[in-house]
């Protein structure tokens, strides 16, 4: 049964993805996209005029998986101190999945050309996971907004470094399949998290 309406364009937006992960931005054209998503040039066209309006789309697609994957801090763990600790896991987890890995470079290889979109790229993983955690933080610790949010930069940033880099550089491998939740413990060193949290939030973990 033929894909319409807002079906066909998540299948367009997923294939896209995948499109741009394998060949990169510029060697990517339409005429491929449209032929690996079993769909016309025009109707491929009609949802996204430019391949700048399409990666756009790709990024918020991007946005909102990365969303329900991540979920809240409060979703990890009824003690506030151990949900942080496992959010901020859960995101370095994430961040070595290929998917969310290859998003990343694919970013950076285009940051000159289209500084917004890559910038909205690094807000769709970076910016969107330090504001939740400074709203939980907020919330469950009493830091006022600014230093909530100082102190859930700090936080990621420390978590993600140095495997972020390593990541990037394809020091170390990724991981092909999506990282399920209660494998956590196993691919995270979640003490070392601990240890970082008692460094930037001692008012929370006591």
Not at 40 to 68: M, N
Request: proline share 5%; aromatic share 6%.
């Amino acid at each position: 049964m033929a894909r319409r309406g807002e079906a066909l364009r998540e299948h367009i937006l997923d294939t896209a993805k995948v499109a741009f992960l394998e060949t990169g931005f510029e060697r990517t054209s339409m005429d491929a996209i449209a032929a690996r998503a079993e769909t016309s040039k025009r109707s491929l066209y009609a949802h996204f005029p430019t391949k700048d309006a399409l990666f756009v789309a790709v990024v918020e697609r991007v946005r909102t998986l990365f969303g329900e994957r991540m979920g809240a801090p409060a979703d990890y763990a009824e003690q506030p101190a151990e949900a942080i600790v496992r959010y901020c896991g859960r995101f370095a987890q994430l961040l070595r999945w290929s998917s969310v890995a290859r998003m990343l470079r694919l970013g950076i290889a285009e940051a000159n050309r289209l500084p917004d979109l890559a910038a909205g790229l690094y807000d769709v993983l970076f910016g969107t996971t330090a504001r939740d955690l400074a709203a939980h933080l907020e919330s469950t610790s009493g830091l006022t907004p600014a230093e909530a949010e100082a102190a859930a930069t700090e936080l990621i940033g420390l978590v993600v470094h140095p495997a972020l880099p390593r990541l990037l550089f394809g020091v170390d491998p990724l991981a092909e399949e999506l990282p399920k939740e209660d494998s956590l413990p196993a691919d995270v060193d979640l003490d070392r998290i601990r240890r970082l949290c008692r460094v930037v939030l001692p008012e929370v973990s006591g």
